[in-house]
């Protein structure tokens, strides 16, 4: 039974272009989406803004809100997938109400 969750990470920005923003914003919805275990509804790009303190010599970043439908058990890969991910700051996975 899929359930609905927030996906929210922050995308490093040394160095970055609009193509790596887009294709690691890519990179995520397809972890979300591998194997039909779940599915994004809705992209929400906040867009640059600057860090309330600073992550690893960064002092801005590119935020962005997946608003997605997963299969509690794809939760595990989806997490570490974020977690080594090198062009992602920061995440959190947050369930919601349906």
């Given at each position: 039974?899929?359930?609905?969750?927030?996906?929210?990470?922050?995308?490093?920005?040394?160095?970055?272009?609009?193509?790596?923003?887009?294709?690691?914003?890519?990179?995520?919805?397809?972890?979300?989406?591998?194997?039909?275990?779940?599915?994004?509804?809705?992209?929400?790009?906040?867009?640059?803004?600057?860090?309330?303190?600073?992550?690893?010599?960064?002092?801005?970043?590119?935020?962005?809100?997946?608003?997605?439908?997963?299969?509690?058990?794809?939760?595990?890969?989806?997490?570490?997938?974020?977690?080594?991910?090198?062009?992602?700051?920061?995440?959190?996975v947050?369930?919601?109400?349906?």
């Amino acid at each position: 039974m899929k359930r609905a969750y927030e996906v929210t990470f922050i995308v490093r920005l040394d160095n970055a272009d609009e193509n790596l923003v887009n294709n690691t914003i890519d990179q995520v919805r397809g972890w979300i989406e591998a194997d039909e275990l779940g599915q994004v509804s809705k992209i929400d790009r906040w867009g640059r803004k600057r860090l309330a303190y600073e992550i690893d010599n960064q002092r801005e970043g590119y935020y962005v809100l997946m608003e997605s439908q997963l299969e509690p058990k794809a939760l595990i890969e989806l997490d570490r997938n974020l977690n080594i991910s090198a062009n992602i700051l920061r995440y959190l996975v947050v369930r919601t109400e349906e």
